[in-house]
């Protein structure tokens, strides 16, 4: 299967943990998004990489979350001290590059976050 | 502000019936709007694009519409199956897709 991987699929932590979520992209994919979801929302838009570079980061993604995609391939996003709302769905997507039908986006299945 | 609309949380319908899903939005002017599924658990997946400059896309039984005077995006289902029972999510996304918004998303149920 090429499509979008994310690792793990479930995670359970108690307040106040830090977490690390994993992403694995299209191959051929340069872009690179996360989002959260939550139960009955559409997804909320986190940040956005290009290769290796974080262009945009949305105002949800307070300073206990940080993303990284290092190399250009797979991405993490990690949460440090993890609150109750911070339980969510967490999505990557990804995506080819503009003009070249970059505007469609793969998911993956997400990470399923709760936070005890 | 910026708000992306969908008619209702919840449609239910007849199977074979056309299901009709609304997107509205206000203070955006969209390069193009798209379409996605969700079923439970899952990602959304990719259903159909339709840029400023079209007004009506087709793909099998789908069809969407884009009427950016009326800042609004209607999605058909015809002969409409209970295969087709998920969330239908409205996205819009400016020219650079940096920032791609989603809708709350339509819970469609089709009962056989």
């Known amino acids: 299967d090429t499509g979008v991987s994310q690792n793990p699929r479930h995670k359970i932590t108690k307040r106040g943990q830090n977490v690390t979520f994993r992403c694995d992209p299209i191959?051929?994919?340069?872009?690179l998004y996360w989002y959260r979801q939550t139960l009955g929302q559409g997804p909320e838009f986190l940040t956005y990489?290009?290769?290796?570079?974080?262009?945009?980061k949305s105002r949800l993604l307070s300073d206990r979350f940080s993303a990284e995609r290092p190399k250009g391939s797979f991405s993490t996003l990690e949460i440090q001290r993890t609150e109750q709302g911070d339980s969510a769905m967490y999505l990557c997507a990804s995506s080819l590059p503009a003009g070249q039908g970059g505007e469609k986006l793969f998911f993956g299945s997400g990470t399923q976050l709760s936070v005890l | 502000s910026q708000k992306i609309e969908q008619n209702s949380e919840a449609l239910n319908i007849q199977e074979g019936k056309t299901a009709t899903l609304t997107c509205n939005y206000t203070?955006?002017?969209?390069?193009?709007l798209q379409w996605y599924r969700q079923d439970p658990g899952r990602g959304p997946v990719f259903l159909l694009l339709?840029?400023?400059?079209?007004k009506e896309k087709r793909k099998e039984r789908l069809k969407v519409t884009f009427d950016t005077t009326l800042k609004q995006s209607l999605f058909h289902i015809t002969a409409s199956q209970p295969a087709d029972s998920a969330t239908y999510l409205c996205?819009?996304?400016?020219?650079?897709?940096?920032?791609?918004?989603f809708g709350a998303g339509t819970r469609l149920t089709v009962k056989p």
């Open positions: 990489f290009q290769n290796e570079a974080q262009l945009e």
């Open positions: 191959s051929e994919h340069n872009r």
């Open positions: 203070n955006y002017s969209p390069a193009y």
């Open positions: 339709i840029r400023e400059n079209e």
């Open positions: 996205a819009l996304a400016p020219t650079n897709n940096n920032d791609m918004r």
